[in-house]
């Protein structure tokens, strides 16, 4: 984080001088959609530690709060971070309570709440943090997830963002480019 302005500064140098000005905007916005992505990501591992705690509690599980806390924690680990945290929470239950209701309840707890971040939450959190539709997101993590796998679903969705944000201008100003005489023009217009 200490050398970041540094390898900013040598990355742009790479660049010829008449681009290093839309090349240093390009890094800034990159730079800046995956400190957005990361923000989304501590703030979707908090919500299920929270919702985690209180389902916890609620089933009168023994060490609700350090077990909400491993599950905040892996949650930040893309696609098998929170099959561990829920692996752990379970066996807990287990070794602590009655199979039924509580063990089981946990477990369909799990089940139910990781369906809701993976198709609510996160796609929303993510909208909002990274300013993509939530289907964007969606989508940009199961590709990205399809191709590379676990770096690909870390990566993927900052650099859809980043893609986004850097074709913007590119798009916008070729639909507001003049027509030319090929142009085809409305009916009725001469």
């Known amino acids: 984080m200490v050398d970041l302005p540094r390898l900013r500064r040598g990355l742009v140098r790479l660049f010829p001088k008449r681009r290093r000005r839309a090349v240093n905007e390009a890094v800034n916005i990159v730079i800046d959609k995956v400190g957005a992505y990361m923000i989304g990501n501590l703030i979707i591992s908090a919500i299920a530690g929270v919702a985690t705690f209180i389902a916890l509690e609620a089933l009168r599980i023994p ?77 940009a993590a199961l590709l990205g997830g399809s191709v590379l796998g676990l770096v690909g679903a870390l990566m993927a969705i900052p650099i859809a963002a980043a893609v986004r944000v850097i074709l913007a201008p590119v798009l916008r100003a070729r639909d507001e480019e003049p027509a030319g005489p090929d142009s085809i023009q409305p009916d009725g217009a001469d």
């Open 63 to 139: 060490f609700a709060l350090p077990l909400a806390f491993w599950v905040a924690i892996t949650d930040l680990i893309p696609m098998v971070g929170a099959a561990l945290g829920a692996i752990v929470c379970v066996i807990v239950a287990f070794a602590t309570s009655n199979l039924w209701p509580q063990t089981i309840l946990v477990i369909a707890f799990f089940a139910l709440y990781q369906q809701f971040e993976n198709y609510f939450i996160a796609p929303r959190v993510m909208r909002n943090s990274v300013q993509m539709p939530a289907l964007a997101v969606l989508l």
